[in-house]
């Protein structure tokens, strides 16, 4: 269906109602006029009123419900407890495992030439209260390997009391210099042990050298001084005291004894096939009243070299 324009409709009533009023007084024209007003007033009023909308139904927000986090479980820390250290097997003394150096071949310093091989042997006093049996070792522990193992079955079995030897097969460094290897004991439970009151390691000392012509010589001059008796005064006191002379190699040593009060013993030769160490002595008598001023003894050695070998100091008292 056509529609027909509200504005044309609207022109052509007032166009009537003018035509109409031609004929009639100042006020019906009057009226007329504002009727007609009045007509166009409400129809263009009710053109520019707008289209009702439906409203919109609002959503009413709803509350938003925050997932719940699970709580991680606490966990309490336990104190981190520092593992044991390892027990001398056969029990918890300290008296266990001890051991005493008795004696030992290839003395410090020996010479060497470049790539030999040569036995070292260690005799060993097993003074601790502890058997030791086949389940010990003997290990290196540091310095110079020398061509060893590190580890060594034990030679023999040792009760308290008892000396063995322990013996193992080294090989000289190709290199000219001096060198020298530390062992200690090891019991089953891992713990390691050396000898005398410092737990001192074991030890092999060797000078390696490709000289044609070697000098060999005394090393090394150790003393130690027994009293008899140990305690008191009695009419005598002997004092003996001992040497051990140690070379490098094959060598005769001329030497002899010096003391403090300007008396001296007569020279002797020592022979030496092979490094080795030789233990000499000489005895020092004080009779009872005899002056408590300290007193030494020394060895003087002639040849190969002319030197004093170092100072052993005593002192006479009645305490010993």
């Not at 007032?14 to 007084?25: D, K, P």
């Not at 070697?214 to 008899?228: A, K, L, N, Q, W």
């Not at 008598?285 to 002056?291: D, F, I, V």
């Amino acid at each position: 269906m056509t529609r027909v324009p509200i504005t044309l409709l609207l022109f052509t009533l007032i166009g009537v109602l003018l035509l109409a009023a031609c004929g009639t007084s100042d006020t019906d024209r009057a009226l007329v006029e504002t009727a007609v007003a009045q007509t166009v007033e409400a129809r263009l009023t009710q053109e520019a009123a707008p289209t009702p909308t439906q409203p919109v139904a609002s959503a009413t927000p709803t509350s938003v419900v925050s997932p719940t986090l699970p709580v991680p479980p606490t966990v309490t820390p336990t104190a981190t407890i520092p593992p044991t250290p390892p027990q001398p097997s056969g029990g918890a003394s300290a008296d266990c495992l001890r051991a005493n150096l008795i004696d030992e071949t290839v003395p410090d310093g020996t010479i060497v030439r470049p790539g030999e091989k040569f036995y070292k042997t260690w005799y060993v006093k097993n003074s601790g209260t502890c058997p030791w049996d086949s389940s010990y070792k003997f290990v290196f522990w540091s310095g110079d390997l020398m061509g060893g193992a590190y580890v060594y079955d034990f030679p023999q079995p040792a009760i308290p009391g008892e000396t063995i030897p322990i013996s193992i097969e080294l090989t000289a460094p190709q290199e000219n210099g001096s060198y020298r290897g530390y062992w200690r004991i090891q019991a089953p439970s891992g713990v390691t042990f050396g000898v005398g009151e410092y737990d001192e390691s074991l030890w092999v000392d060797i000078v390696v050298s490709d000289s044609e012509t070697i000098e060999y010589g005394v090393t090394s001059v150790t003393y130690t001084v027994v009293r008899d008796p140990a305690f008191g005064c009695p009419t005598n006191v002997r004092y003996t005291i001992y040497a051990t002379i140690t070379t490098n190699g094959p060598v005769d040593v001329t030497y002899r004894w010096i003391k403090s009060d300007d008396t001296e013993t007569k020279k002797k030769t020592l022979t030496f096939t092979e490094a080795d160490s030789q233990t000499v002595s000489v005895t020092w008598t004080l009779h009872l009243g005899a002056s408590t001023n300290p007193r030494w003894v020394a060895i003087y050695e002639f040849s190969p070299q002319q030197r004093e070998w170092g100072r052993q100091w005593f002192t006479y008292d009645c305490g010993g």
